[in-house]
């Protein structure tokens, strides 16, 4: 079956380091992956968007990488702040008409000051 | 332009009781998606709604689990005879027609059965 895995373990740095969470993907090949941000007792907000002919986007300081032979999405945040604390999700749409989300468990990113 | 609304935020139910959680999608917005998410699983599909229509119902528990989007009003997600492996954070979504790329969540209701 199609699987999103991250990196269970937390993730921490200190403020200034790039972040990087890894996302890998099994059984399938999406046509496009998705990161979100969550914080505790709110819902997912969209991040970033990179599709499978794309090898990198960006928005501000965040990138995503999306490398097809590895089936692997990187996330990297520079400069980080501890405002960037927070649980990173990734996930892919099913390709159908339905467009429902398949989640990854999420990594959990400490900023540290 | 509100977001996605979902009330009531925190619900506690004893079992057996009813559950029923509503969503009001963005303006403008006309398919709707249900996600549960627990701690240890992560967030899971439920069902995906556009209005007057249930799309795609897959991930949904066949038993006690029912889903609406009507005409007019929010969509409801309703859980009879609860138990406490219902206890859950529970997500609304919405986008745009057609289908659209990003999909925007609202605050969750986090349920809790006694």
């Known amino acids: 079956s199609q699987k999103i895995e991250q990196n269970s373990e937390a993730l921490n740095i200190q403020e200034g380091k790039t972040a990087t969470l890894t996302c890998n993907y099994t059984?399938?090949?999406?046509?496009?992956l998705q990161w979100y941000r969550q914080d505790p007792g709110r819902g997912p907000v969209f991040l970033l968007l990179?599709?499978?002919n794309e090898k990198e986007k960006r928005k501000e300081r965040l990138k995503v990488t999306f490398d097809t032979t590895l089936k692997q999405s990187l996330f990297h945040i520079t400069a980080s702040q501890p405002a960037d604390s927070a649980t990173y999700l990734c996930?892919?749409?099913?390709?159908?008409?339905?467009?429902?989300?398949?989640w990854g468990l999420g990594t959990s990113l400490a900023v540290n000051p | 332009n509100a977001g996605v609304m979902q009330n009531p935020r925190h619900l506690v139910r004893r079992r057996g009781q009813e559950a029923r959680l509503r969503c009001s999608p963005m303006?403008?917005?006309?398919?709707v998606y249900w996600y549960r998410q627990l701690p240890e699983e992560g967030l899971k599909f439920m069902v995906y709604l556009q209005k007057e229509n249930i799309i795609d119902e897959s991930g949904m528990p066949k038993e006690r689990f029912s889903a609406e989007f009507p005409k007019e009003g929010p969509s409801i997600l309703r859980i009879q005879q609860v138990v406490r492996g219902d206890s859950a954070a529970y997500f609304c979504?919405?986008?745009?027609?057609?289908?659209?790329?990003?999909?925007?969540f609202g605050p969750g209701t986090r349920l809790l059965v006694l």
């Open positions: 303006k403008g917005h006309s398919h």
């Open positions: 059984n399938y090949s999406p046509a496009y």
């Open positions: 990179i599709r499978e």
């Open positions: 996930a892919h749409i099913n390709a159908g008409n339905n467009r429902k989300l398949i």
């Open positions: 979504a919405s986008s745009p027609p057609p289908p659209g790329e990003t999909q925007y």
